[in-house]
C-alpha cells in the first residue's frame, strides 16, 4: 500500500479548477518528484495533503486510512511533516530554537510539570537539545545554531525549515522547493541527506523547478500542468516527454 | 407602552447602526479596527456644539459642521496612528495599540478643554414638537433623526455602489492586491474611507447630543463599547449587518432599562455579545473576513 | 534612606504594577489577544475584599482563594474565547471587562456598588509585593524555557507553522487564559490588601490601556519586558508632575509611538541587539583567528 495515494482529487477556486482529477502517489522509501510550470497547481497540491486546504473532490489516503477531512495538527501527528515555500521561521528566534520547536509531538513531560519546572521538564528539554544539535550537525549549520533564523541566508533558511520538518519524524515529508536559491554543490549535499531519510522508510514528496535536481534525485516524477497530471514516470522518460517539454514552452 | 418604547429604541439604535457603520467600513476596507472612533464621535459632537453655540449656527449647520470636524479627525488618525503601520505591513493588533493611544490623547484634551463639564445645546438649536400619533408620543426630533439615518445610509450605499470612486473602495475591500493592480491610488481610497467614516461618527454624535442633551468627554466610550456588540453582532465589514444589529441592540437597551434595570442594560447586551461569539462567530449576516479566523481547512 | 522612604508607596505601586502586567504579557506572548486581565483582576480583588472585611479570612488565605477564583474565571472565559482570534478575542475581552465592571456596580448585596469596598486591612508592603513579584516572574521565566513557552513562542509568530508541527492552539491559548487569570487574581487580590479599599471603576477601560501599555513598551517576549514597562509607566507620572493634567496625552502618545518605532518593546529589542552584537564579534574573533593560525 502506498504511504500516500490521492484519488480524483480535485480543488476549484471561484468555481475554476486549480487541481482537477488527480491521481497520483508516493512509496515509503522513494523520493517522488512532482514537477510543472509556475501555476500548475502545485502548491495547492501540498496544501490540500498537508491540511490547510479543503478538497472539492476526491479523496487523499495515508497508509490506506482516509485522511482528506482531518486538520492540520492532526495530520502532523499523523506523521505528515512539510516545509514552506515561502520560508516561515520565527525569525527572531535562534536556529537551535526554531529547530527545537520541531520536536513537539516528542515531548512526552506533562503540562503540569512544564508548568511547574519539574526536574523532568528540564531532563526533556536537555534531551531534546541534545537530538537538535545531532541534526544541526547533520546539515552542517552547528556555527550558527546561535544566530537568529532571519538573519541568515536563504539556502540557510531552507535548512533550518528542513530539520524542523524532520525534527517531528514524520512518515511523510513534503518539501517544497527545498533547494530553490541554492547553487548546485549545496543542492546535492542536501540531496544526500534527502536519500538517507528515504532509506530509513520516509516516504517524499519533493516539488522542485531544478530539473536537474529531480533528475539526479528522484526515483519517480510526476508531471502537473493547469492542475492535471500530463505524464509520470522515471525522470528520464518524463523529462523527454514531448507533452511535458510542450507544457514548459507553453508556459 | 410597549410601543413608545419600541420607537425609542429605534430612534436610538438608528444612531448606533450609523456610529457602527463607520466602525465597520473601516474594517471591511483596510482591516482596521479604530479604537479611536468614539473620540471621533465626542469631537463630532463637540464641533457641532461649538457651531450651534459660539456660531450660532442652525441646526443643519451644525450637523454638517459635526459631520465635517468628524471626518477631518479621522483623517488626521490615520496619518498618525495607522499609516505607519501600514507601511510596516504591522500586524492587526498593532493598530488596535495604536488607536488606543490616539483615543486616549484625543480623550483627555477634550477633558482639559471642558474641564469634564457637561455641555448641553442651547434651547432653541431644535424646535421641541411632539405629535400624538396612535396613541404614541412622536417628537420631531426623532423623526428627524430617523429620516437623517435614512437619508444618509442611502446615501453611502449609492456612494459606494454607484460611483466610480465607491467601486474602487469596494476593489480594495475586496482584495487590495488586486487593486493595486488596477492602479487603483490606495492614498485617494483611505482618504475617502476615513473621512466618510469620520463623518457618519461626527454626524452620530451631534445627533446624541441632541437626543439625550448631553455633550462631554466620556460621551464617546459607552457608544464605541456597544459597536463591539453591533458589529460583531451583525458581521464585521457588512452594512446591513450594522444597522439591523444597531436597531436590535438600541430596542434591547431600551426595553432592559425599562422593565428590568438601568444598571442591566450593560450586562444584557455584553452577555449578548458573547453568546454571538459563542454560537456564530460570524455575526448574524456573516462576516466578509471570514470571522473568527481560525487555522482550518479552507 | 530617609528620602528614599517618601517613595515607598511609588515603589509598592511599581511592583503591584508588575504583577498585572505579568497577566497581560502572558496571553500577548501566546498571541492571544486578551484585554481581558482587568476583569480577572476585579474577580481576585473583590474576592479578597469580600472575604477579609465580611468574614475575617486572613489575607494570605484570601490570596491564595483569590488566584484561584481568578484562574478559574479565565478558564470559564477560555471556554468561548480560545475558538477566536484577533481582533474578535480582543473585542470579546472587551466585553467581559465590561461585563464584570457592571456587575460589580449592580450586584451591591455582594460589592456594596460604585461606593466599593472600605476599610481592607493593609496586609501588602514593599516585602509582600516584591515576594510577589519574584515569584511569578521566576514562574513565567521557567514556564518560558518549558515546551509550553516553545509553544507560546510558535503559535504568537505564525498559527500555521504551529500547527504544522502539531501544536494546540487551542490548548496554549487556554492554558494562557488560565495563567493570566491566576495572575490577575493575585494582583488584584494584593492591590485590595494595599490600598484600603476598591471601587468598581479602578478596573475599568483604564486599567486595560494602562496594562496594555506596560507590555508593548517593555516587551511581550522576555519576562522582564513588562517589568520595564510598569517602572516606566509608574514612574513617569512622577517625573511629569508639572504637566498632571497631561499625563493621560504623555501615556498615549507614548503607546503610540512605541508600537509604531519600536514594536518589539524596549527589553526585547535591545537583547536582540546585544545578542546580535555579541555574535558579530563572536564571528570577528574567530575569523581573525583563522587568520592568524
Request: aromatic fraction near 8%.
Amino acid at each position: 500500500m502506498s504511504m500516500l495515494a490521492l484519488q480524483g482529487v480535485g480543488r476549484d477556486f471561484g468555481g475554476l479548477p486549480a487541481v482537477d482529477s488527480l491521481n497520483m502517489s508516493a512509496e515509503r522509501g522513494r523520493i517522488t518528484g512532482l514537477i510543472g510550470p509556475n501555476g500548475a497547481g502545485k502548491t495547492t497540491v501540498v496544501n490540500m495533503i498537508a491540511g490547510l486546504l479543503k478538497l472539492s473532490r476526491g479523496q487523499v489516503l495515508l497508509d490506506g486510512e482516509d485522511v482528506s477531512t482531518r486538520e492540520a495538527q492532526e495530520l502532523s501527528r499523523m506523521g505528515i511533516a512539510r516545509t514552506f515555500q515561502n520560508i516561515r521561521l520565527v525569525r527572531d528566534a535562534s536556529v537551535r530554537d526554531n529547530v527545537l520547536a520541531g520536536f513537539h509531538l516528542h515531548e512526552k513531560t506533562s503540562t503540569l510539570a512544564n508548568l511547574l519546572g519539574l526536574p523532568s521538564a528540564f531532563r526533556e528539554r536537555r534531551a531534546l537539545l541534545a537530538r537538535t544539535d545531532e541534526l544541526l550537525d547533520r546539515f552542517g549549520m552547528t556555527a550558527m545554531a546561535d544566530w537568529p533564523a532571519g538573519s541568515l541566508s536563504y539556502g540557510h533558511q531552507r535548512r533550518i525549515e528542513m530539520m524542523r520538518a524532520l525534527a517531528t519524524e514524520p512518515r511523510l515529508l513534503l518539501l517544497d522547493e527545498p533547494v530553490a536559491g541554492m547553487n548546485d554543490a549545496e543542492a546535492y549535499k542536501l540531496a544526500a541527506i534527502f536519500r538517507e531519510v528515504a532509506d530509513d522508510g520516509v516516504a517524499i514528496l519533493l516539488i522542485e523547478h531544478n530539473m536537474r535536481f529531480v533528475r539526479r534525485l528522484c526515483d519517480h516524477v510526476c508531471v502537473l500542468a493547469s492542475g492535471r497530471l500530463i505524464a509520470e514516470g522515471d525522470a528520464e522518460s518524463v523529462i523527454n516527454d514531448p507533452r511535458v517539454i510542450e507544457s514548459y514552452l507553453g508556459s | 407602552m410597549l410601543a413608545q418604547q419600541l420607537l425609542n429604541g429605534v430612534v436610538v439604535g438608528s444612531v448606533y447602526g450609523l456610529f457602527a457603520l463607520g466602525f465597520t467600513l473601516l474594517f471591511g476596507v483596510n482591516h482596521i479596527m479604530n479604537m479611536a472612533h468614539g473620540a471621533v464621535f465626542m469631537w463630532g459632537a463637540f464641533a457641532g456644539l461649538f457651531a450651534a453655540t459660539m456660531l450660532d449656527l442652525p441646526f443643519i449647520a451644525a450637523l454638517a459642521i459635526g459631520a465635517l470636524a468628524g471626518g477631518l479627525l479621522s483623517v488626521l488618525l490615520d496619518w498618525v496612528a495607522f499609516r505607519p503601520l501600514r507601511k510596516r505591513k504591522a500586524p492587526e493588533f498593532s493598530a488596535i495599540v495604536s488607536s488606543i493611544g490616539a483615543n486616549l490623547i484625543l480623550l483627555s484634551l477634550a477633558q482639559q478643554m471642558t474641564a469634564t463639564r457637561v455641555m448641553r445645546f442651547p434651547f432653541d438649536t431644535f424646535p421641541i414638537r411632539i405629535y400624538e400619533v396612535f396613541g404614541l408620543r412622536v417628537q420631531l426630533l426623532q423623526l428627524v433623526i430617523i429620516g437623517i439615518v435614512i437619508l444618509m445610509v442611502v446615501g453611502l450605499v449609492w456612494y459606494l455602489q454607484r460611483t466610480s470612486a465607491g467601486r474602487q473602495i469596494r476593489t480594495v475591500a475586496y482584495s487590495e492586491s488586486t487593486s493595486r493592480l488596477l492602479g487603483i491610488n490606495p492614498f485617494s481610497v483611505n482618504f475617502q474611507v476615513f473621512f466618510l467614516s469620520g463623518a457618519l461618527a461626527g454626524v452620530a454624535g451631534v445627533l446624541i447630543g441632541l437626543v439625550f442633551n448631553s455633550v462631554h468627554f466620556m460621551m464617546g466610550e459607552p457608544l464605541l463599547l456597544r459597536a463591539f456588540v453591533v458589529i460583531i453582532l451583525g458581521g464585521l465589514g457588512s452594512i446591513p449587518g450594522a444597522l439591523v444589529a444597531g436597531l436590535l441592540i438600541g430596542i434591547v437597551q431600551v426595553l432592559t432599562v425599562s422593565y428590568l434595570s438601568a444598571g442591566l442594560a450593560d450586562v444584557v447586551v455584553f452577555s449578548l455579545l458573547f453568546l454571538v461569539l459563542l454560537a456564530r462567530p460570524t455575526g448574524l449576516f456573516g462576516s466578509v473576513h471570514g470571522g473568527a479566523a481560525r487555522v482550518a481547512r479552507q | 534612606m530617609s528620602s528614599l522612604a517618601g517613595y515607598e508607596p511609588l515603589f509598592e505601586l511599581a511592583l503591584l504594577n508588575m504583577v498585572l502586567a505579568f497577566s497581560q504579557y502572558i496571553p500577548l506572548r501566546a498571541g492571544v489577544f486578551s484585554l481581558g486581565s482587568a476583569a480577572f483582576a476585579a474577580v481576585g480583588a473583590y474576592a479578597a475584599a469580600i472575604l477579609a472585611t465580611r468574614y475575617g479570612v486572613p489575607p494570605v488565605v484570601c490570596v491564595v482563594i483569590a488566584v484561584v477564583a481568578g484562574g478559574i474565571f479565565g478558564a470559564l472565559a477560555a471556554v468561548p474565547l480560545a475558538r477566536l482570534r484577533g481582533v474578535f478575542q480582543a473585542l470579546a475581552t472587551l466585553a467581559l471587562v465590561q461585563i464584570v465592571l457592571s456587575t460589580a456596580l449592580n450586584w451591591t448585596a455582594l460589592t456594596d456598588g460604585a461606593l466599593g469596598i472600605n476599610s481592607i486591612p493593609k496586609a501588602v508592603h514593599l516585602t509582600e509585593a516584591a515576594i510577589a513579584v519574584v515569584f511569578v516572574g521566576y514562574v513565567l521565566h521557567v514556564i518560558g524555557l518549558s515546551a509550553i513557552g516553545r509553544g507560546f513562542d510558535i503559535i504568537r509568530e505564525d498559527e500555521t507553522v504551529a500547527v504544522s508541527l502539531g501544536y494546540s492552539v487551542r490548548k496554549h491559548h487556554m492554558i494562557a487564559f488560565v495563567l493570566s487569570g491566576a495572575i490577575a487574581g493575585l494582583g488584584g487580590a494584593m492591590h485590595a490588601f494595599s490600598s484600603y479599599s476598591i471601587t468598581p471603576n479602578e478596573f475599568g477601560f483604564h486599567m486595560v490601556v494602562m496594562l496594555l501599555a506596560m507590555v508593548v513598551l517593555g516587551g511581550r517576549v522576555s519576562v522582564f519586558g513588562p517589568v520595564v514597562g510598569a517602572i516606566i509607566l509608574t514612574g513617569l507620572p512622577e517625573l511629569l508632575r508639572g504637566f498632571q493634567d497631561y499625563r493621560s496625552v504623555v501615556q498615549g502618545a507614548l503607546l503610540m509611538a512605541s508600537i509604531t518605532f519600536l514594536p518589539s518593546g524596549v527589553v526585547d529589542t535591545t537583547r536582540g541587539w546585544l545578542r546580535r552584537r555579541a555574535l558579530t564579534r563572536g564571528q570577528a574573533g574567530a575569523d581573525a583567528a583563522e587568520v592568524t593560525s
